[in-house]
């Protein structure tokens, strides 16, 4: 038996080498595969403006509010226990609008003269008494105002009594509000109305026990869900005729680069210009993966300023370098909100 003092010097060193070199490989293998994983998707939020449903000729920007859905001395009249009495009409009414004025408010759109609506009540019992034209047009010129947004008239329908049925050995009551409620537009310097909409809204809410009593304990004040159902329907209608900001979801890409690392604190500063001045000089560098996500982030850099076709060019390159799957849901997501946009320009013009 050969020991290892026995082999020739050379053939021990060529050895020691091998070992050293195989060595080497795997550690810068392992090396690589640490920065791969020090990848992070980092979640931000950014503004985004959704269409409104309908468009209003654009010469209407400023509004004023009025209420004239509410008939002298009305009251609901099955709306008369301690459990669920309102005082009257209007209360419901104003919640309608202060929904609408949520909307409103947070929207490029419309500029509001009166926060509080002008109160005017209906002389007649008919739902389809108008306000005349002098009226609108004498309070239109008051608040230097283009036209009257107005609450013409509402109906609530919902159960006096709530229906019950057997689930599963539980009784199951459901409280259903459908909301129908008539909004216009009146332009008094052409004496026109270019917006006549019925809104209808329906609240559902439902409660389980083993009694009527039961039952009535899970589900909500039938006046506080009516209050809410005005609110709602208000949203709603604020929706219709006004482009507004939402916040949505996106994500930056964070790896253990200092640039990368320092500019996503300069998003989180919400300094996108001096965020994007870092990620501009990767796209076109020999290290496609890092091309590929600096491309990315100037895409979302893009969107986050509201230049979307510029977000789209960075998106597509950042595919071309790395055929990723998020970046291709990404410009899915891009594509949508270019045809948006072009929606929302139409109905600013």
Same mark, same amino acid.
């Given at each position: 038996m050969r020991c290892l003092t026995s082999i020739p010097a050379?053939?021990?060193?060529?050895?020691?080498?091998?070992? =050293?070199?195989? &060595?080497? =490989?795997? =550690?810068?293998?392992?090396?690589?595969? *640490? *920065?791969q994983s020090c990848v992070s998707f980092e979640p931000i939020k950014i503004q985004v403006l959704k269409p409104a449903q309908v468009k209003i000729p654009s010469e209407i920007y400023k509004l004023i509010l009025i209420n004239h859905s509410v008939k002298k001395d009305s009251i609901l009249a099955n709306l008369k226990t301690s459990r669920n009495k309102l005082n009257t009409d209007s209360t419901l009414t104003s919640e309608y609008f202060n929904g609408?004025?949520? *909307?409103?408010?947070?929207? !490029?759109?419309?500029?509001?003269?009166?926060?509080? !609506?002008?109160?005017?009540?209906?002389?007649?019992?008919?739902?389809?008494?108008?306000?005349?034209?002098?009226?609108?047009?004498?309070?239109?010129?008051?608040?230097?105002?283009?036209?009257?947004?107005?609450?013409?008239?509402?109906?609530?329908?919902? !159960?006096?009594?709530? !229906?019950?049925? &057997?689930?599963?050995? &539980?009784?199951?009551?459901?409280?259903?509000?459908?909301?129908?409620?008539i909004w216009k537009i009146y332009e008094p310097s052409k004496m026109n109305v270019p917006e006549d909409n019925l809104l209808k809204d329906t609240l559902i809410y439902d409660g389980f026990g083993f009694s009527k009593e039961q039952v009535a304990q899970q589900l909500p004040l039938t006046k506080d869900q009516l209050l809410q159902s005005c609110l709602y329907a208000g949203r709603k209608y604020g929706e219709r005729i006004a482009q507004t900001w939402l916040t949505k979801n996106r994500y930056i890409i964070n790896c253990e680069n200092k640039d990368f690392i320092r500019a996503f604190k300069l998003v989180n500063e919400n300094k996108w210009e001096e965020a994007i001045e870092l990620w501009k000089k990767y796209p076109y560098g020999k290290n496609s993966r890092l091309a590929s996500f600096a491309a990315y982030n100037l895409a979302v850099a893009a969107e986050a300023l509201d230049n979307i076709d510029a977000s789209l060019e960075w998106a597509a390159k950042s595919y071309l370098l790395n055929k990723n799957t998020y970046v291709e849901n990404y410009i899915k997501i891009l594509e949508k909100r270019k045809q948006e946009k072009d929606l929302i320009e139409s109905q600013f013009k």
């Amino acid at each position: 038996m050969r020991c290892l003092t026995s082999i020739p010097a050379f053939l021990f060193i060529n050895f020691v080498k091998g070992k =050293i070199k195989k &060595y080497k =490989i795997l =550690i810068l293998l392992l090396i690589a595969l *640490i *920065i791969q994983s020090c990848v992070s998707f980092e979640p931000i939020k950014i503004q985004v403006l959704k269409p409104a449903q309908v468009k209003i000729p654009s010469e209407i920007y400023k509004l004023i509010l009025i209420n004239h859905s509410v008939k002298k001395d009305s009251i609901l009249a099955n709306l008369k226990t301690s459990r669920n009495k309102l005082n009257t009409d209007s209360t419901l009414t104003s919640e309608y609008f202060n929904g609408l004025l949520e *909307i409103l408010l947070n929207s !490029p759109r419309f500029e509001i003269a009166n926060q509080t !609506p002008y109160y005017i009540e209906k002389s007649s019992k008919s739902i389809f008494e108008k306000i005349d034209w002098l009226t609108v047009d004498a309070l239109c010129k008051d608040n230097n105002a283009d036209a009257a947004l107005v609450l013409e008239n509402f109906q609530l329908l919902y !159960p006096n009594q709530i !229906p019950l049925s &057997y689930e599963d050995g &539980y009784l199951h009551g459901i409280l259903q509000i459908e909301n129908n409620a008539i909004w216009k537009i009146y332009e008094p310097s052409k004496m026109n109305v270019p917006e006549d909409n019925l809104l209808k809204d329906t609240l559902i809410y439902d409660g389980f026990g083993f009694s009527k009593e039961q039952v009535a304990q899970q589900l909500p004040l039938t006046k506080d869900q009516l209050l809410q159902s005005c609110l709602y329907a208000g949203r709603k209608y604020g929706e219709r005729i006004a482009q507004t900001w939402l916040t949505k979801n996106r994500y930056i890409i964070n790896c253990e680069n200092k640039d990368f690392i320092r500019a996503f604190k300069l998003v989180n500063e919400n300094k996108w210009e001096e965020a994007i001045e870092l990620w501009k000089k990767y796209p076109y560098g020999k290290n496609s993966r890092l091309a590929s996500f600096a491309a990315y982030n100037l895409a979302v850099a893009a969107e986050a300023l509201d230049n979307i076709d510029a977000s789209l060019e960075w998106a597509a390159k950042s595919y071309l370098l790395n055929k990723n799957t998020y970046v291709e849901n990404y410009i899915k997501i891009l594509e949508k909100r270019k045809q948006e946009k072009d929606l929302i320009e139409s109905q600013f013009k």
